[in-house]
């Protein structure tokens, strides 16, 4: 037996059009990407795919994204948790910077070794900084980073994994994850034991469902890499995603 876990980045934001680093700013849904949350949806009616239960991270990408893909696929009355361990990476001080000037700026190699590797963190956000989310009543009393790497990400999103989305899955239910680039590819790094210098090449393209089947022994997928529900689209984005420093 199998369990069924759908990973689903949020549809296309406000800022992802504009190409600017992210990160925990709690930016919108652009028109792109309610069509694209919709359509994600879409794809789970018609597979047949549909959740049982919900995690989401705060930010209103994610949970609108859910939102109205659940509605899509007639499973908008499921239980939902939320939590900011499944927040995208923190981007300190390039949250708002846009990437092909701070490609510019910095250089390529910097500029991949912020955007993509395992363990090197951009630099940290001040105070001052019109971005931080100091003082965000949704953060009262959590550590609120000043800046993350991917190995971070996952430091903070495995013991939610383990404590609310794990039990979920052994009790049968088919659980949704809707999240950001990032957060899930360290779900993904740790799903597929991606050694760290490959997590690099491991880019998540907004709104498509992403499906894993998981042992029911191991947790681990028999399905490796998972299946994204509609693989021409997700190739397509993919190579987006990853080209992004590249436009202005
Ligand atoms: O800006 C961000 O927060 C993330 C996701 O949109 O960007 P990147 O893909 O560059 O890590």
Request: hydrophobic share 35%; charged share 30%.
């Amino acid at each position: 037996m199998t369990y069924t876990l759908i990973l689903l980045r949020h549809g296309e934001s406000e800022w992802n059009e504009k190409n600017l680093f992210t990160g925990w700013v709690d930016v919108p849904l652009n028109d792109k990407g309610w069509g694209e949350a919709k359509r994600g949806g879409e794809l789970l009616k018609e597979e047949g795919i549909l959740p049982d239960v919900l995690h989401t991270s705060l930010l209103r990408r994610a949970i609108m994204t859910a939102n109205l893909a659940l509605d899509a696929a007639d499973r908008h009355w499921i239980p939902v948790k939320r939590n900011w361990r499944l927040n995208e990476r923190h981007y300190g001080d390039l949250q708002g910077k846009n990437k092909a000037e701070t490609l510019e700026q910095f250089g390529e190699e910097k500029f991949m070794i912020w955007r993509r590797s395992y363990d090197v963190p951009p630099p940290e956000i001040s105070a001052e900084n019109t971005y931080t989310q100091e003082g965000d009543p949704r953060y009262a009393g959590e550590p609120i980073p000043k800046t993350e790497c991917l190995k971070d990400v996952l430091e903070r999103a495995l013991p939610y994994w383990e404590s609310e989305v794990v039990p979920d899955l052994k009790s049968g239910k088919t659980v949704m994850v809707a999240a950001h680039g990032n957060s899930l590819r360290a779900i993904v790094k740790h799903l597929d034991d991606v050694a760290d210098d490959a997590i690099v090449g491991v880019n998540i393209p907004t709104g498509i469902p992403l499906v894993y089947h998981l042992d029911e022994e191991t947790l681990k997928p028999t399905n490796p890499g998972g299946t994204y529900l509609d693989p021409e689209a997700a190739a397509a984005a993919i190579q987006a995603v990853a080209n992004q420093g590249k436009k202005k």
